[in-house]
């Protein structure tokens, strides 16, 4: 059951016609940004704090239990959590926090540790898509949360429930959206995204991690990567033909499988890392007489990053080192530039020339984006601080700062001289 919250229908009409035009600049509509690679373009953003951070605009409560960060576009977030037992869907207005809507779209069915909804909605013109912990995948309307088509990554494509749930934040591509669901006929699967309807499955035996899919063109061939619970694969957009494989920084342990970067892709290279002492790497992907070939140009044990995410920049990868050292290296040769614990052990952004690091215990850092040394020019604690650990990635559109800390919301305006 859905509800319009706190809205006339005025209100909600006006709010139908105003927010469904193609993302621009300075939105955030999905996992990672328009890029997915965590860069925002935006400019003109404070390149230091003040004691006590940025100024706070607003606090949100009752976005429910989970992990998801926000997807915005125009004077719309939306996010997930669970709320009263049902897995759902949210709408918040930008400008106060207000909730618009509120959808729910199946019960709460994993129990496990970490309770909660882990992806980022997708955005893509009027609709949305969203994957629930448990696998339910929903396409749903933006102007209300009404539900367009599900299916369940479990029961419809045989994926196994990772140990920790599903944790993807799907991707759109033209008219098809591509996921992981890990079954052993349908490792990954292209959809139409209107109907839901299976348009290819692609069987190469992987079982799902916790990464998000990029495309890229390589060779002349456009590309899904994936980071997998066995490997780095590129699978071929066309047909879902397997292409490649690199193993080297995919974590695994009888326990296990816990890959969950969001692979770099840049100019026919691909990276990853992976935690638990494993290490991150970048090949180069060449095509040969045969296919594709994954070729290794460096592995370092300076990037084992466990959820954090990388950040490719001006040809330096920020990432942080377990168990807590924001490292950066030299992209081409993998090489240490400069590491800093001060920071903890943290997930980053990118922003106007500055890393936004937020520590997995809470604080928030200010970091520059610069491979000549650490320099930190901000920090601060967020209020209402819950009891768990703060995953979800920072989040910035439009000169403000999201941060999810479970069931709050807060908003905060990063944009210089306002």
């Known amino acids: 059951m859905k509800r319009l919250i706190g809205r006339s229908a005025l209100s909600a009409c006006l709010l139908t016609l105003a927010v469904f035009g193609p993302a621009v600049a300075d939105d955030w509509p999905e996992w990672r940004g328009v890029g997915r690679d965590g860069m925002c373009r935006e400019t003109g953003l404070l390149k230091a704090w003040p004691d006590g951070g940025p100024t706070l605009l607003w606090t949100a409560t009752g976005v429910g239990e989970g992990y998801s960060g926000p997807a915005i576009v125009g004077d719309v977030l939306y996010t997930m959590g669970n709320l009263d037992g049902k897995e759902c869907v949210l709408a918040l207005d930008v400008t106060d926090g207000t909730q618009l809507w509120v959808a729910p ?70 008219e098809r959206l591509i996921c992981t669901p890990g079954g052993p006929k349908a490792s990954m699967v292209a959809l139409d995204k209107t109907t839901g309807r299976t348009v290819w499955a692609s ?85 040969t007489p045969d296919g594709f070939e994954a070729r290794q140009a460096w592995f370092t044990k300076d990037m084992k990053n466990h959820h954090g995410g990388l950040i490719l920049c001006d040809g330096a990868l920020y990432g942080c080192n377990d168990p807590s050292i924001l490292t950066c290296l030299d992209y081409e040769s993998g090489e240490v530039r400069w590491q800093s614990r001060k920071p903890g052990k943290c997930s980053l952004l990118y922003a106007d020339g500055m890393l936004y690091c937020r520590d997995e215990k809470g604080p928030i850092s200010l970091v520059g984006a610069t491979p000549e040394g650490f320099r930190q020019t901000g920090r601060f604690d967020q209020p209402n601080r819950s009891d768990q650990n703060a995953w979800p990635h920072l989040v910035i559109a439009n000169g403000r700062l999201y941060v999810r800390d479970q069931d709050v919301l807060l908003c905060y305006d990063v944009k210089e001289g306002r």
């Open 105 to 174: 779209f199946g019960p709460v069915e994993y129990d496990g540790n970490f309770p909660g909804t882990r992806a980022t909605p997708t955005t893509d013109g009027d609709r949305l898509f969203a994957l629930g912990a448990s696998g339910r995948l929903v396409c749903m309307e933006r102007a209300d949360g009404k539900i367009v088509w599900t299916k369940n990554f479990v029961s419809d494509f045989g994926g196994p429930m990772p140990r920790w749930a599903f944790a993807e934040s799907v991707l759109v591509d033209g």
């Open 203 to 287: 069987g190469f035996g992987d079982k799902a991690a916790y990464s998000s899919i990029v495309k890229t063109s390589i060779g002349g061939t456009d590309q899904y990567v994936a980071f997998t619970a066995a490997s780095l694969v590129g699978v071929a957009a066309a047909d879902g033909k397997l292409l490649w494989r690199y193993k080297e920084p995919a974590h695994w342990a009888d326990w296990g499988e816990v890959n969950v970067v969001t692979p770099i892709v840049h100019d026919g290279t691909v990276c990853a890392a992976s935690g638990y002492g494993v290490g991150g790497g970048m090949a180069r992907i060449v095509k």
